[in-house]
C-alpha cells in the first residue's frame, strides 16, 4: 500500500540552528501538509500547499518555516533558526483531492525535533 | 474559537467487549469529519470518514454516527482485539480550499486481554 514516508525518524539540533525535514508523499497525490504534535498534546495544523504555493497557514507557521517542493518527488519543511518550543513530532500529510471521494489525508510516521 | 474536543481521555476495555470513543466539535460549519487511530511512535492512520449529509457510516469492525443536533460524533468499534489500543482522534474540516483538518485531544483506548 502507498505510503507518505518521512526522514529522518528523529533529529536533534541545538537552538538557532537550521533543520530540514524531509517527506515523500504518495505519488499520485497533488496536496501536501505539514502538521505537528507537541508531546501529550493535540495534533496541529502547520501548513498546506499545492501547485507550488502554500494554500493556507497557521499562526505557528511564522517566517521561521518555510516549505518547498524542490523536485517531483520530495516536500520539506524548513525551520531557520530553530528555538526550545519548536521540539515536536512532525507529520507530513498527503490528500489525492480536496473534496469528494480522495480528500482523505494519509500521514507519514512522524520527524520526532528536539531543540537543545 | 472553534475546537473539537474528546470527553473521555482514557478508555478501558475487555478484550471482545465493543468500545465507544466520543468527540464534540463546536463548528457548526464542518462538514466532513474523520477518526484517526495513532499507535505509539507512529502517524495519525485513517480509520473512517463521515460527511455531514449523514449520520452512520460503517466500515469494517467500526461505526461512525454523527448527531449534528449536539455536535457530537462517536466511533464503534466492535469486538475490540488487544491491536485496537492506541490513541484515538477525531477531526473535523471546515471545508473550502485547503483541506485543513482540526483535530481533538484524543482518547487513549487501553483493551485488556
Known amino acids: 500500500e502507498p505510503e507518505v514516508t518521512q526522514t529522518p525518524s528523529h533529529q536533534v539540533t541545538q537552538m538557532g540552528q537550521e533543520v530540514i525535514l524531509r517527506c515523500v508523499p504518495i505519488?499520485?497525490?497533488?496536496?501536501f501538509y505539514w502538521y505537528r504534535q507537541i508531546l501529550g498534546q493535540k495534533v496541529e495544523f502547520l501548513v498546506s500547499?499545492?501547485?507550488?504555493?502554500?494554500?493556507?497557514k497557521s499562526e505557528i507557521f511564522d517566517d521561521q518555516f518555510s516549505v518547498e517542493r524542490p523536485d517531483g518527488s520530495n516536500f520539506t519543511l524548513k525551520i531557520r533558526s530553530t528555538k526550545l518550543e519548536d521540539s515536536a513530532m512532525y507529520f507530513c500529510a498527503s490528500s489525492e483531492a480536496l473534496g469528494g471521494a480522495n480528500e482523505k489525508l494519509f500521514f507519514g510516521s512522524g520527524t520526532q525535533l528536539s531543540v537543545l | 474559537g472553534e475546537s473539537v474536543g474528546l470527553h473521555l481521555p482514557t478508555l478501558s476495555v475487555q478484550e471482545g467487549d465493543n468500545s465507544i470513543i466520543n468527540c464534540a466539535y463546536s463548528?457548526?460549519?464542518?462538514?466532513?469529519f474523520i477518526w484517526y487511530k495513532q499507535e505509539s511512535g507512529k502517524g495519525p492512520q485513517f480509520i473512517i470518514d463521515i460527511r455531514s449529509n449523514m449520520d452512520k457510516r460503517q466500515g469494517q469492525r467500526v461505526t461512525v454516527l454523527l448527531n449534528k443536533t449536539v455536535k457530537h460524533l462517536s466511533l464503534q468499534i466492535a469486538a475490540t482485539q488487544p491491536g485496537d489500543s492506541a490513541v484515538y482522534f477525531c477531526?473535523?474540516?471546515?471545508?473550502?480550499?485547503?483541506?485543513?483538518?482540526?483535530f481533538g485531544t484524543g482518547t487513549l483506548l487501553a483493551v485488556q486481554p
Open positions: 477531526a473535523e474540516n471546515y471545508g473550502g480550499a485547503t483541506n485543513k483538518l482540526i
Open positions: 505519488s499520485n497525490h497533488l496536496y
Open positions: 500547499f499545492y501547485n507550488n504555493e502554500i494554500s493556507e
Open positions: 463548528n457548526s460549519a464542518s462538514d466532513y
